[in-house]
């Protein structure tokens, strides 16, 4: 045996080592996350979880969405709830079950792409700072936000499209279109990743001659449009197409320019520092492994990591509105870059250097969750909760809805006056009108007198067993030009045909007061309540 030879032995038995303190730390922090979820699986559902719940709830009772829910969302993650709630029940811990599922495979995805694009150290440390960025409550880490499952499917989709020329079937490349149609079926801003595999797609196979390029990108094509078609059809098919194109293409075109440039930047610019808070170390990283990418090209291949960001970026800021979960479509691409970090600094031959960077690496990603230990490991769900969401009324709407069941036939119909889509859900009540959320009935859009009198019509053509006013600014945000027209009528509709038999009181300090059912038709309303 010579002796290169045996140093190159000593060298590769010295980096399996070192790859084995990655994975400790890879399964440490993955353990780590898992416990934190399992232990908060009973969070209260938010809006946003109650409409997809809600929704995912009708489908499993043969109710095609846009009938009984308006939103102008796709209906991806609505089919996504159906299937995760037929699996792990319709239940809050059923929901957050799937969300963990779909979190360990997105942490997978992340990992193989990283292993993909640099090399296993890069894979496990990417994957690492995923875990954790993906809990931060800045961005609503733990709430099954349809942008969890956007990256999921964009992730596979983009994965697929990593491999070479050669080693690519064209059955690949028609699933990874189809997967990343599937992305745009989550939600609207999915498409910024199609669009980015479509280019890169191209990129990669420049060098094809024309006629297979074009059915190569034809293939692709068709995989994304079939995903499209197919959701088309169904709801066509269901009788509900012109409700969900109203909703899905007219009155998302006018939400989706009203907000101007400046209006964004200034909505970025006070977003921005709550989402990275306690996180700052991953974003340092993330920040570090962009100037090592783009320094050496040959070797952590930055074009892919590059375009991966914009089209995240961008698919954040599509609307401008910033909103917090929308960072989530963020994290891997801030992922896979601290891991080009880790890996540049790994990859140094001296021992020190390499104890050095697994031990910062370690602190950087420990430090965001020892910050939040309190809300991680030690409040309760519901303290947890108001802890994140504030005066928000996601833990009353528990004992509401159960009241609301208790006291109702299964066949009675329900109306909640707030944006409080989880009521419908917990109750297991159908509501009387489509209009689950307020915000677009309270917007300043040509459409919102128009929506008023139609929610005004459905409510008194259903006739609804109960009726749920829920008054907190949260659940309305009345804008000054606001149209009025539904709290008029409301005012004539609700004393005329209804008397109140249940009260929530929301003092700003202290525990919500319940009188479910109300005893005392006096008692003083609080500054939010639910009647």
């Not at 009788?239 to 194109?245: E, K, M, N, P, V």
């Not at 891997?332 to 080009?340: D, H, M, R, W």
């Not at 944006?419 to 859009?445: H, K």
Request: proline share 5%; glycine share 8%.
């Amino acid at each position: 045996m010579t002796k290169n030879t045996t140093l190159a032995q000593k060298r590769t038995e010295t980096n399996q080592i070192w790859r084995s303190a990655w994975v400790v730390l890879f399964i440490l922090a993955s353990l780590t996350g898992i416990a934190i979820r399992i232990r908060l699986l009973n969070l209260p559902l938010e809006r946003d979880e109650g409409e997809y719940a809600y929704a995912g709830q009708l489908m499993l009772h043969g109710i095609p969405p846009y009938k009984l829910a308006y939103n102008m969302k796709f209906p991806g993650t609505y089919a996504a709830y159906a299937m995760i709630m037929s699996v792990f029940g319709q239940t809050t811990v059923g929901v957050h079950l799937g969300l963990l599922l779909v979190n360990l495979a997105t942490v997978g995805l992340v990992l193989l792409i990283g292993l993909r694009l640099v090399n296993w150290e890069a894979g496990l440390a990417a994957a690492t700072a995923y875990v954790v960025l993906a809990i931060n409550p800045a961005v609503m880490g733990l709430a099954a936000h349809a942008t969890h499952f956007v990256v999921l499917f964009a992730l596979a989709g983009l994965l697929l499209l990593l491999g070479d020329t050669s080693s690519s079937s064209l059955a690949s490349i028609f699933i990874s279109g189809l997967l990343l149609g599937i992305a745009v079926l989550m939600k609207q801003p999915g498409i910024m990743f199609l669009i980015f595999g479509f280019f890169w797609l191209l990129y990669r196979e420049r060098k094809q001659p024309l006629p297979r390029l074009l059915f190569i990108l034809t293939l692709f094509t068709f995989g994304a449009l079939l995903s499209l078609i197919i959701a088309t059809g169904s709801v066509w098919f269901a009788g509900a197409l012109g409700s969900s194109w109203f909703w899905c293409v007219q009155y998302a075109r006018v939400y989706g320019t009203s907000i101007s440039i400046t209006q964004g930047w200034h909505l970025f610019l006070s977003t921005i520092p709550f989402v990275i808070g306690r996180f700052w170390p991953i974003w340092l990283l993330s920040a570090a492994g962009l100037v090592i990418a783009l320094a050496k090209p040959g070797k952590f291949r930055p074009l892919f990591l590059v375009g991966l960001t914009i089209a995240s970026a961008l698919a954040v800021s599509m609307g401008l509105y910033f909103r917090e979960h929308y960072f989530i479509m963020l994290l891997p691409a801030l992922s896979l870059f601290a891991g080009v970090a880790a890996a540049y600094a790994a990859g140094m031959q001296q021992v020190i250097s390499r104890v050095l960077a697994l031990a910062i690496f370690a602190i950087f990603t420990v430090f965001p969750v020892a910050t939040r230990a309190e809300y991680f490991f030690r409040m309760p769900p519901v303290d947890a909760c108001r802890f994140r969401y504030g005066e928000n009324p996601f833990p009353e709407a528990i004992k509401v809805a159960d009241f609301l069941r208790q006291n109702s036939r299964p066949e009675e119909r329900l109306v909640v006056l707030g944006s409080e889509p989880e009521i419908y859900f917990y109750s297991g009540r159908q509501s009387a009108t489509g209009f689950i959320y307020m915000y677009p009935l309270m917007e300043q859009q040509r459409f919102a007198l128009q929506m008023q009198r139609q929610m005004i019509e459905e409510v008194e053509k259903n006739r609804p067993g109960f009726v749920v006013f829920v008054w907190t600014p949260m659940s309305w945000r009345v804008a000054a030009g606001s149209e009025r027209l539904l709290f008029q009528w409301a005012d004539n509709y609700l004393n005329d045909n209804y008397r109140p038999v249940g009260l929530v009181n929301m003092p700003p300090e202290g525990p919500a007061e319940y009188h479910l059912p109300m005893e005392n038709a006096e008692l003083q309303l609080a500054e939010n309540f639910i009647l």
